[in-house]
């Protein structure tokens, strides 16, 4: 028998909009494709995403961590006409998954998919952005979020993934877990910022740049 919580994350997909039918088909390559396919934003995540980012209709968007691309067809889906993603990605094994499926999608133009180490792209980007996802390296959030906050634009956004670190914030005791708990405390005490945390899938922090 289903424990209560994921009783409840069914019911909420079940009474969500679907994914169309290139999600789903990237969802199930995803699992069947790469070692870790819990990597995959998938369904509420990625309508949420998609939410988020049609309320915003950001001209510019940065991603960091592509992974199969998923996440990133749900961000495109708010863009403006004449906008641009912009994701990154470190592992280049993964580009033949998520390149495919963005030439197969109807924001190919739009998306501009970079291979290779983050922190040593987003100081080259000359671009100032509406919307930032990060999902990459947890123990690297804070050095992300200190790289792109010079380059959101004033009343931005950034979404960060798996802050909760399956409730393991609630008590850290492994690495990954005292590092994300620090990110997320140093985020509430960031005096040009405001954010609030979502328990969705493994907790998203919605951040708003305010100075």
């Not at 309508?47 to 067809?73: A, C, D, K, N, Q």
């Not at 850290?172 to 708990?181: E, F, G, L, T």
């Not at 509430?188 to 907790?203: K, M, T």
Request: overall charge negative; aromatic content about 10%.
């Amino acid at each position: 028998m289903k424990n209560d919580q994921q009783a409840i994350w069914d019911y909420c997909a079940t009474y969500s909009t679907v994914q169309n039918d290139l999600l789903v088909e990237l969802e199930r390559v995803s699992n069947l494709r790469t070692l870790a396919p819990q990597m995959i934003s998938g369904h509420l995540q990625g309508r949420m995403l998609s939410f988020i980012s049609h309320m915003v209709r950001p001209s510019l968007i940065l991603e960091i961590g592509t992974f199969t691309g998923y996440g990133t067809l749900c961000l495109a889906e708010g863009l403006q006409k004449s906008g641009t993603i912009y994701t990154i990605e470190v592992n280049p094994e993964l580009a033949y998954i998520s390149n495919d499926f963005f030439k197969r999608s109807m924001y190919d133009d739009q998306i501009n998919a970079i291979s290779g180490d983050a922190i040593s792209i987003i100081p080259t980007l000359r671009n100032s952005f509406d919307l930032i996802y990060i999902d990459a390296g947890k123990m690297n959030n804070w050095e992300y979020l200190n790289l792109v906050l010079p380059k959101l634009n004033k009343g931005g956004f950034i979404i960060t993934d798996n802050v909760l670190w399956s409730g393991k914030v609630l008590s850290p005791s492994d690495r990954v877990a005292i590092q994300i708990n620090d990110f997320n405390k140093k985020v509430y005490e960031h005096p040009g910022i405001e954010n609030v945390i979502l328990p969705i899938r493994d907790g998203m922090s919605i951040i708003r740049k305010i100075d």
